[in-house]
């Protein structure tokens, strides 16, 4: 009785040994393609680039890269030719420099990366409509973090320098100070926001830091629900809280006459007998606290006073 339960168990692994036994069998040795030459011949001229390369992981296998397919072959084409010729840059070998068609040096990459989750807007990014190739920004053959040419805010501010400038003024977003990065709002590969913001308006971008801000609130502030960027300039400003104007030039550049006080500052109104409270620092914002939406009761709430 025993046999014929052991018989039962030991069938199946005598199939799948047998399956495999015939799979061995029927391989085939693989395909010499005309004209590849292979990535040793390769290193034994470009040994600094095949040892960084080696480093990446483009160099894997597993991640069904160059690797598993003709390793440096797949990037730069067959090399026989480039061999014989005695190699030099460029010489029948396809080339990454920036005389060469920005359309053919990223058709390379999206080869494989075209289908990736990261890519999916890229058509319609701005910086493939400015003739931005991929290795403009990245290069394969370093280990760095996203293959990046160097620290990314320093990267993107080699072509954005006014923003490097908004950067260093006196209230500014924490990006030199390393505790957010430019791809921390902007996806640089392309979304349907404008500016390539991660997120459908300015305001939904903020609220991922900025959640108190979002309210709900009783009594809402117009130009707050509207777009953060009204009153705030997102990069850097010379006024405190990154605000376009000082208070009370901005609060004034809406309210007019209609509310108090409506009149702009002037050296006679600041300069008076010492009955003008216009010299307080917050302005406007001494009494109206709550400038970004109010919970406060009645004309309190309304007018942004608590």
């Known amino acids: 009785m025993y046999r014929k339960y052991l018989i039962l168990i030991l069938c199946p692994f005598a199939f799948l040994l047998l399956f495999a036994a015939i799979s061995i069998g029927d391989e085939k040795p693989p395909i010499e393609k005309k004209g590849y030459i292979g990535a040793d011949t390769c290193k034994g001229c470009h040994e600094i680039q095949y040892g960084t390369y080696s480093k990446t992981v483009h160099s894997k296998k597993s991640v069904r890269g160059p690797e598993s397919q003709d390793a440096c072959e797949t990037c730069h084409g067959p090399g026989a030719k480039h061999v014989e010729k005695g190699g030099g840059r460029g010489v029948d070998i396809f080339d990454f420099r920036k005389n060469v068609d920005v359309k053919d040096r990223s058709a390379k990459c999206l080869s494989c990366h075209e289908e990736t989750r990261q890519m999916a807007s890229w058509n319609m990014s701005k910086h493939r409509m400015k003739g931005v190739a991929c290795n403009d920004c990245h290069v394969v053959h370093s280990g760095g973090e996203k293959f990046l040419k160097s620290e990314e805010s320093e990267l993107c501010f080699g072509c954005h320098r006014d923003i490097k400038a908004q950067t260093y003024k006196q209230s500014h977003h924490p990006i030199k100070e390393g505790l957010i990065k430019c791809s921390s709002c902007h996806d640089v590969h392309g979304t349907f926001g404008s500016k390539q913001i991660k997120a459908d308006t300015v305001n939904e971008l903020c609220y991922t830091c900025h959640a108190d801000k979002r309210g709900p609130y009783m009594w809402e502030h117009p130009p707050v629900q509207e777009n953060c960027l009204t009153c705030h300039k997102a990069h850097g400003s010379n006024h405190y809280k990154l605000l ?60 942004f006073v608590r």
């Open 244 to 303: 376009n104007k000082r208070p009370p030039e901005l609060c004034q550049s809406c309210h007019d006459w209609t509310q108090h006080p409506s009149s702009p500052y002037t050296s006679f109104d600041i300069f008076s007998s010492g009955h003008s409270n216009r010299m307080v620092a917050r302005a406007c914002l001494n009494c109206h606290s709550q400038i970004h939406g109010s919970n406060g009761p009645s004309a309190r709430g309304l007018h």
